[in-house]
């Protein structure tokens, strides 16, 4: 299984960048589909997710409001819509999959399958 994360990029505050995370070799897409960023001396944390079934979505609260994560099974690929980006965005974003349940969809530990993540630069 590989995830190849694109989109990331360099934009002024309050400027919006939309990543793309897409799955090859899934079995199926029964996955449940999660974004994570890492800023430079900080620990990998949960940004959003996006259920294996029903669609639910989860945000942390740093980014509710402002962030929208989607999905098209067809192509096995999650969005990563962001608006109103703020210098404290800044950071590299990894997309990651998994059979998580909903319990560990906001820890790293809950995904099996991690891409190599995809810089994102907020200038203020």
């Known amino acids: 299984v590989q995830l190849q994360a694109s989109g990331g990029g360099l934009v002024q505050a309050g400027g919006s960048l939309r990543l793309s995370c897409t799955a090859s070799?899934?079995?199926?897409?029964?996955?449940?589909m999660g974004w994570f960023r890492q800023a430079p001396g900080k620990e990998r944390v949960f940004v959003s997710a996006?259920?294996?079934?029903?669609?639910?979505?989860y945000y942390s609260d740093s980014v509710k409001g402002r962030f929208t994560v989607s999905r098209d099974r067809a192509k096995n690929t999650v969005y990563l819509q962001m608006n109103s980006l703020k210098p404290e965005d800044t950071a590299v974003y990894y997309c990651?999959?998994?059979?998580?349940?909903?319990?560990?969809?906001?820890?790293?530990?809950?995904?099996?399958?991690w891409g190599p993540g995809t810089q994102v630069t907020v200038s203020s």
């Open positions: 990651a999959a998994g059979r998580t349940i909903t319990s560990h969809l906001r820890s790293p530990d809950g995904y099996r399958y």
């Open positions: 070799g899934l079995t199926d897409s029964n996955y449940a």
């Open positions: 996006i259920a294996r079934t029903g669609g639910y979505t």
